[in-house]
């Protein structure tokens, strides 16, 4: 009766005032139940405490950034011991299997199932010319098989071209099955994707088809790889994506990358990646298509694939690790990011104070504002304990290359950032061939011969408004 006497505003008014506090009490209840949840998760001691009091104290915030950016959702489409046999047998069966000679080799075998292997040739590509002309020509030459993933594709006369040549081949009866990250591709037209599918060819996202929700909680783990393998006898692997950028132009800055041509066995390598990437974004098994890939050369190679859903432990962060602490001449590295975690970063200044000569290349501008400026942080503690810091002039400097010594090199996708280390899908070739480490220290003499150095006397130079500026980004260090 009292309900039924009130005035009709003040009653409406008392039930959005109880829709109002069931929501608000809903929205913290979340926020402690994700706190509990960031608690159980294996996130550093202080990514833990930052979690727990932002959902605790700003769960308005801090609920929908840890549902895409906290919570792990990364998780193999099959158990990893299981995975790691079938790997080993299908590898065995073509000749990409052989036993690991040095500790490095070896514990990367344990942790990935991607052993060691000879009778490699391995061709270097050290620009974007080179490498799409290379790229297309294996393309149209392609007789049976196409597989080919991409960080980002864009829709320019580069990404065109590519799509042409893959409808010509699809058209010839050629299979096709191309995957892109839905996170750096985001610009792709549908309309290109739509000319794919009409000529037959099978293309995909990373996080394939799922509810939009789901896909949008895994936005966070990315596909960074660049891989292309034809008819399981040529791989093409590095860090260039499929754009106009990558090629020199007067009326453009330069991105400078590298990449690599690969025959013989760890082809085979390179195909079981790609099988493993295609049946996690679409649940279908497609190794009909694989075959030998007999040997060509006489490099030794090793495929590291590297990723959030790794065991135990990140094998790009194993392999940086690992060289920085059986290094005894030289470490050389070149990454466009350089915002390594504390054990990186430990490792590079304790090889430069036992005399290594270390040296990190990064580019003198970035295109990341944010990780370009938290970057420029870690000049001052590199510099003190000798890590040579030098900065590409000519363009943007976009490869990830790695020298150690005068036997072990390695070329791929993965930087020095907390998103290769943690994050993004990666991939990364490592060499222990001492011609294959010669040819690539000679192709990073030639950039460091376009480069500076960066001193602290230069850091500090820098106005106080970037300095604020660059401490201020290098607190979002974990996610750039």
């Avoid at 391995?122 to 007789?143: C, F, K, M, S, W």
């Avoid at 892109?180 to 792709?188: A, F, M, N, Q, R």
Wanted: with cysteine.
């Amino acid at each position: 009766m009292l309900c039924i006497l009130q005035p009709p505003d003040l009653y409406l008014g008392s039930i959005w005032a109880a829709t109002l506090a069931g929501i608000v009490f809903l929205v913290h209840l979340s926020g402690i139940a994700l706190a509990i949840h960031a608690l159980c998760r294996d996130h550093s001691p202080q990514g833990t405490i930052a979690w727990m009091l932002g959902l605790i104290l700003l769960p308005w915030v801090t609920v929908p950034l840890y549902l895409v950016l906290g919570a792990t959702r990364i998780r193999r489409h099959t158990s990893i011991r299981l995975l790691r046999k079938s790997i080993q047998n299908f590898l065995c069966q073509h000749g990409a299997w052989e036993s690991p000679t040095s500790q490095l080799s070896h514990t990367l075998t344990q942790c990935t199932a991607y052993a060691p292997c000879s009778g490699n040739e391995v061709h270097l590509l050290r620009d974007g010319n080179d490498t799409y002309r290379n790229l297309l020509q294996a393309i149209r030459g392609a007789q049976h098989s196409i597989l080919l993933e991409f960080f980002i594709i864009r829709n320019d006369r580069v990404g065109i071209r590519l799509r042409k040549a893959l409808e010509e081949r699809a058209r010839a009866g050629v299979q096709v099955f191309v995957i892109y990250d839905e996170v750096g591709s985001h610009k792709l037209p549908a309309g290109y994707l739509r000319h794919l599918r009409r000529a037959g060819v099978q293309i995909t996202s990373f996080n394939g088809k799922r509810f939009w929700l789901s896909s949008m909680l895994r936005l966070n783990y990315r596909n960074h790889r660049k891989l292309v393998v034809i008819d399981s006898r040529q791989a093409y692997l590095g860090s260039l994506n499929i754009g106009l950028e990558y090629t020199r132009s007067a009326r453009r800055t330069y991105w400078r990358d590298t990449f690599v041509r690969l025959r013989g066995p760890v082809v085979s390598q390179c195909l079981v990646s790609f099988l493993d990437d295609w049946q996690r974004a679409t649940g279908a098994n497609i190794s009909h298509i694989a075959q030998a890939s007999p040997p060509r050369g006489n490099t030794r190679c090793q495929l590291i694939p590297s990723g959030p859903d790794d065991t135990p432990v990140n094998t790009w962060r194993l392999t940086l690790l690992e060289l920085a602490a059986t290094a005894q001449e030289r470490l050389w590295l070149a990454s466009p990011y350089f915002v390594p975690d504390e054990a990186v970063q430990a490792a590079l200044c304790g090889a430069a104070l036992r005399g290594v000569d270390v040296r990190v290349l990064i580019p003198r501008r970035g295109d990341n504002l944010a990780a370009h400026l938290a970057m420029l942080t870690y000049i001052p503690g590199m510099s003190a304990c000798g890590v040579n810091m030098l900065a590409y002039e000519p363009g943007f400097l976009h490869e990830k290359v790695c020298v150690k010594d005068t036997d072990t090199c390695s070329i791929g996708t993965a930087n020095l950032d907390a998103r290769s280390l943690q994050l993004n899908f990666e991939l990364t070739l490592l060499m222990e061939d001492s011609n294959a480490t010669a040819e690539v220290a000679r192709m990073l003499e030639q950039d460091m011969a376009e480069a500076s150095s960066i001193t602290t006397a230069r850091w500090n130079k820098a106005p106080r408004i970037t300095r604020l500026l660059a401490n201020c980004c290098r607190l979002l260090s974990p996610g750039l």
